[in-house]
């Protein structure tokens, strides 16, 4: 298979936007089985459970469930397994840092294709009270009333 240039998006974490504020993303690679890989390249992943962890100085995706690949037969992994994500010891060892004093977490943001390799973007993020939600509700609200209103202004 010829080596693919470019970004494919795999799938996102909708939700994560919603239920955290998002301070800074990193871009990791993925350690992953053969099967794992195909089931992904299908699409058939989901991120909506998982987030990141830091054992060992290693860092991993708990929860992150990768479809069993339909094809796979005997050599298909479990669906839920810790992924091991890759990332350069001094980004883990700040990572570390951050996730155990100041109250951070690490969230799978979205899973993407880079140049024929599976790659994570991480987030780390801080979780949203009920009132940041209400105010990022209301604030996207404003924001789609005065599109359809410079939309519907542009027709008359």
């Known amino acids: 298979m010829p080596h693919q240039k470019g970004v494919k998006p795999i799938a996102q974490n909708r939700k994560a936007h ?12 993925l350690c992953l089985k053969g099967t794992e890989v195909k089931s992904m390249r299908q699409g058939r992943v989901n991120l909506k459970e998982s987030y990141g962890m830091i054992r060992g100085g290693e860092l991993y995706a708990e929860g992150m469930h990768i479809s069993p690949y339909e094809q796979g037969s005997v050599f298909n992994t479990d669906p839920l397994r810790p992924k091991k994500l890759l990332m350069h010891k001094s980004e883990i060892r700040k990572l570390s840092g951050l996730v155990s004093r100041q109250g951070y977490t690490l969230i799978p943001l979205k899973v993407y294709l880079k140049d024929g390799r599976m790659k994570l ?3 780390l993020c801080r979780g949203k009270h009920l009132h940041d939600k209400r105010d990022s509700a209301a604030r996207r609200d404003a924001q789609r009333e005065m599109e359809r209103a410079f939309a519907s202004h542009g027709r008359e």
Not at 18 to 29: D, W
Request: glycine residues 14%.
């Open 121 to 123: 973007e991480l987030g």
């Open 18 to 29: 919603h239920e955290y504020f998002v301070e800074e993303t990193y871009e990791c690679g």
